[in-house]
């Protein structure tokens, strides 16, 4: 039985090594993507979108890793939340990585444009969504359940600034001319943004599963009465 226990430890921390490790190359990746649209610097998107491969790779290492310990260890309670948060976590972390392509392929078509950018406005956007991932990526490693629950605060933040730049890019589109391509770009680089913000909030949110067994996904509907349902649903229309 001992060697039992040992060959379980071992692979949940085989689990874990490889979720840290896709994170970090997912963090990378973003941040890469970011530095490239404002310097210009076309091999640096390169870069990112031949590393999404490896992403791919390790998201799928995981969920191999995951179903093999489920189906040999039968774990239970927090070792079984464990496993299930571990291959949730991945499948964020994945789309995180294909934002960051995405942000990479619109830098890479920028870079050959002669045009000025309006790339300014996206370092406060990244700056944000950065920072979430960061804390969501703590609240998993550190089991740190108050960082996972605050997060939804800050993807509130990073909403209203995203909303903000669309409004600002739009309303530059019809006087654009040439450069109306461009801004389109960046609106779309700022919805990549404001996308890998709400993946934080899900790596988040299963944190505080995993450690406290709480499922705290819909906590602030279950907070609002009816009336104010309404209210908020037409402020979401």
Request: hydrophobic share 40%.
């Amino acid at each position: 039985m001992p060697h039992i226990f040992h060959e379980f430890d071992n692979a949940i921390g085989d689990l874990k090594s490889h979720v840290l490790q896709m994170a970090s190359l997912t963090r990378q990746n973003l941040e890469r993507a970011v530095q490239a649209l404002i310097t210009r610097n076309i091999d640096l998107s390169r870069t990112v979108i031949g590393e999404d491969t490896e992403v791919d790779e390790l998201e799928m290492k995981i969920d191999h890793l995951g179903m093999e310990i489920l189906l040999r260890f039968h774990p239970v309670a927090s070792d079984l939340r464990l496993v299930i948060t571990s291959m949730k976590m991945a499948h964020n972390l994945e789309r995180i990585s294909d934002h960051a392509v995405n942000i990479a392929k619109r830098a890479k078509k920028l870079c050959k444009s002669g045009d000025p950018l309006e790339t300014a406005m996206i370092e406060p956007l990244y700056t944000k969504a950065e920072h979430l991932l960061r804390d969501a990526l703590l609240s998993y490693t550190d089991g740190n359940t108050d960082l996972g629950e605050r997060l939804k605060n800050g993807d509130a933040e990073l909403d209203k600034a995203h909303k903000e730049v669309i409004a600002l890019l739009s309303s530059r589109l019809e006087t654009a001319g040439s450069g109306a391509e461009n801004l389109l770009h960046l609106i779309f680089v700022s919805r990549s943004i404001e996308r890998i913000g709400d993946l934080a909030v899900n790596i988040g949110e299963d944190a505080v599963f995993m450690n406290e067994a709480r499922d705290i996904r819909h906590e602030h509907r279950r907070n609002l009465g009816e009336e104010d349902r309404v209210v908020e649903k037409s402020e979401e229309g």
